[in-house]
């Protein structure tokens, strides 16, 4: 996988994993069934992260996260022109994706079921199979322990461990998605290490 | 695995586990052409300021019209791009009136839906 054009780092979601940001930007520009390709692509490239990006939102109702996370597409997909390609695509996305999810939250007014036992990311975990190596039993055991550990982060903290983790994207970049200095993003990613590793006693970091 | 890679595997599983609906061909073709149209900068020319306020918001206002009898008229559960995209273009909308037009469509068709047509 690769993760600076953003798009490829969902190559097991989507069938657009050779596709290159750069690509796609001109996609977009030069019309018809080019951009076409091009939006279908960014969705299913960028869907389902959006979806559980969103999911981080409290204020925004699970009823309404797909129309929030296809006006932001919609929204991302009209200012391709605009976006610079040397510059990693995902960051990009995942800013217009926090202002959207941020000003439906604001409209919506409303509180959202808390992410816990019932999120998405508890119900996504597999029983442990019978059978299996002793190691593979503790390393099973321990990535139950550690989706249970997000998925009980305060909101703010989930978004970020979500672009870090699973995006890859540096602190500074977090920064200007979520609109906090990069210091303190920082900050946050090493108490989400820590809490993750109080809930599973995982040292390594 | 070290701990960033679980945590990375913890997202990966929820991301694989999230349905994905797929706009239609139709429903692409609308999105792009109404983006075309906010993308669209008024032109100068020799309309005075009224004429060329309401020139302004017609194409627009046109573009959500169709995209609000799209979804109030089709009950399909496949279709997952014009209620979104209606609220894109009722931004373009002076006022709260793309909202108010929005909030009335989208309120008719559930109403034409429920009742069976």
Redesign the interface.
């Known amino acids: 996988m690769r993760e600076p054009d953003g798009i490829s780092s969902v190559a097991s979601t989507s069938n657009v994993a050779d596709l290159r940001a750069a690509d796609l930007r001109e996609m977009a520009i030069a019309g018809g069934d080019s951009a076409r390709s091009a939006f279908s692509a960014l969705w299913a490239g960028y869907y389902r992260r959006l979806s559980v990006f969103a999911s981080a939102y409290r204020g925004l109702a699970e009823a309404d996260r797909h129309d929030a996370i296809a006006d932001a597409l919609i929204a991302a997909f009209g200012a391709l022109p605009s976006y610079d390609p040397r510059r990693p695509l995902s960051p990009w996305v995942y800013r217009i994706a926090a202002n959207r999810f941020s000003d439906a939250a604001r409209r919506a007014a409303r509180v959202s079921v808390p992410v816990g036992a019932d999120s998405p990311i508890a119900e996504a975990m597999d029983p442990p199979a019978p059978g299996d190596h002793a190691a593979e039993s503790a390393d099973r055991d321990l990535a139950e322990r550690c989706r249970a550990a997000i998925a009980d982060l305060p909101e703010l903290d989930r978004r970020i461990a979500m672009l870090r983790f699973y995006e890859g994207i540096n602190a500074s970049d977090i920064g200007q998605t979520l609109g906090m200095p990069a210091g303190t993003v920082r900050w946050r990613i090493s108490a989400i290490r820590a809490s993750i590793r109080a809930a599973t006693g995982e040292d390594r970091p | ?4 890679a ?13 349905p ?4 239609t ?1 139709l429903e ?2 609308l ?2 052409d109404a ?2 149209t ?2 669209r900068k008024p032109q100068p020319g020799p309309m005075r300021s009224g004429a060329r306020d309401i020139a302004q918001y017609l194409a627009p206002a046109c573009a959500l019209a169709a995209a609000c009898l799209i979804a109030a008229l089709s009950g399909r559960p496949g279709t ?2 014009p ?3 209606a ?2 273009l009722a931004r373009t909308l002076p006022g709260d009136t793309g909202t108010r037009f929005t909030l009335f469509i989208i309120l008719a068709g559930d109403s034409l839906r429920s009742a069976g047509r």
Do not use: N
């Open positions: 695995m070290t701990l960033d679980h945590a990375r595997a913890a997202f990966d599983r929820e991301i694989r586990a999230t994905q609906p797929l706009p061909d692409i073709g999105a792009l983006i075309s906010l993308q997952v791009l209620r979104p995209l609220t894109e």
